[in-house]
């Protein structure tokens, strides 16, 4: 089932930035993420976020550049992205599990259909 909705993707220069959007009822949903996948490779955790208290892990490759957040309010979950690189080309999806253990695809119950990001150098 596709039960989330993601958008803001788009193509970009190296060093320019993009904001995702994924629609999701965030008082119901105890972990979400970020996570995305370019062709001929695995699917890889970018961020996720605790909605409970907000606390947040990042992947090694974004940290410094990409932030993670949740609007409450509008029921939406966000990914700032600033800096990008090339190896950010990916297709971004949004998810959401029970319980945040780490940025692993293992738990994470709802997907939404991915957005395509793409940067040139």
């Known amino acids: 089932q596709v039960q989330l909705v993601e958008s803001g993707g788009g193509s970009v220069q190296t060093g320019g930035s993009l904001r995702l959007s994924c629609s999701a009822s965030?008082?119901?949903?105890?972990?979400m993420g970020w996570f995305r996948q370019a062709p001929g490779k695995e699917r890889e955790g970018v961020a996720v976020i605790q909605t409970v208290d907000g606390r947040t892990l990042y992947g090694d490759s974004v940290r410094g550049r990409f932030t993670i957040s949740i609007d409450k309010a509008k029921n939406t979950l966000h990914l700032e992205m600033s800096s990008l690189k090339v190896e950010d080309t990916a297709t971004y999806y949004c998810?959401?599990?029970?319980?945040?253990?780490?940025?692993?695809?293992?738990?994470?119950?709802?997907w939404g259909q991915g957005t395509q990001v793409t940067v040139s150098s």
């Open positions: 998810a959401t599990a029970p319980v945040c253990h780490g940025l692993g695809t293992v738990g994470f119950r709802r």
């Open positions: 965030v008082s119901t949903s105890s972990c």
